[in-house]
Nanobody
Framework: VQLVESGGGLVQPGGSLRLSCAAS????????VSWYRQAPGKGRELVAA????????YYPVSVKGRFTMSRDNAKNTVYLQMNSLKPEDTAVYYC??????WGQGTQVTVSS
C-alpha cells in the first residue's frame, strides 16, 4: 500500500506543472486524498484535499484559483495542476491518504 508522487521539476515564475500521485496496493476511489508541501525550513502545509466521494475539494487561500486537484479512478491516480507558479511555491510536494505513510515526494522549484 503506497502512493508515489511524480511530475515535479524546475519551472519559471508564472509557469505550470502537473503533479501525479499514483496508488498501488489499494484503490484511491472512495478515499479522501490530500496534497501537502514542505518548503525548506518550514512545516508541512496542506495545499489541496479531495473528499472520499470526490464531490468536495478544499484549497487554502495561498493556492486557491491557481491549483486544481483532480482524480482519475481508472488510473488510480490523483493530480495536482499548478498554474501561475510563484517562487514561494517551491517545496517538496506529497500526497497522502489515511492508510499510507509519507512518501518521497516530488520537488517543485520555481525560479528564473
Amino acid at each position: 500500500v503506497q502512493l508515489v508522487e511524480s511530475g515535479g521539476g524546475l519551472v519559471q515564475p508564472g509557469g505550470s506543472l502537473r503533479l501525479s500521485c499514483a496508488a498501488s496496493g489499494f484503490t484511491l476511489s472512495g478515499n479522501a486524498v490530500s496534497w501537502y508541501r514542505q518548503a525548506p525550513g518550514k512545516g508541512r502545509e496542506l495545499v489541496a484535499a479531495i473528499s472520499s466521494a470526490g464531490d468536495s475539494i478544499y484549497y487554502p487561500v495561498s493556492v486557491k484559483g491557481r491549483f486544481t486537484m483532480s482524480r482519475d479512478n481508472a488510473k488510480n491516480t490523483v493530480y495536482l495542476q499548478m498554474n501561475s507558479l510563484k517562487p514561494e511555491d517551491t517545496a517538496v510536494y506529497y500526497c497522502k491518504t489515511w492508510n499510507t505513510a509519507w512518501g518521497q515526494g516530488t520537488q517543485v522549484t520555481v525560479s528564473s
